[in-house]
């Protein structure tokens, strides 16, 4: 099991170059807050994600894949908001 410190830092460092904002609730819950590295605007916002799941570095590395792949969906989207119709 992971501390919270430990958990924050490595959730924030695996995004980068992309800044990212963990922060852990009372509750024992994660909200991830990926920023537009120009502007620090909030490009993604991933909230609920139980402390209690990530137990080791595998765990990690799926639900910063996870979130990476939404923001990759995220940004194909905002590239094209119309969709062509054939």
Do not use: W, Y
């Not at 990212?20 to 994600?49: D, K, M, W, Y």
């Amino acid at each position: 099991m992971f501390s919270h410190n430990e958990l924050r830092h490595i959730l924030e460092k695996a995004f980068a170059p992309t800044p990212c904002r963990c922060t852990i609730s009372q509750e024992g819950t994660i909200t991830l807050e990926l920023l537009n590295p120009e502007s620090h605007a909030r490009e993604l916002l991933v909230p609920g994600i139980p402390v209690a799941s990530l137990t080791g570095g595998r765990d990690l590395a799926a639900l910063v894949r996870d979130v990476k792949e939404r923001a990759s969906r995220r940004h194909v989207a905002a590239a094209d908001p119309v969709k062509r119709q054939g």
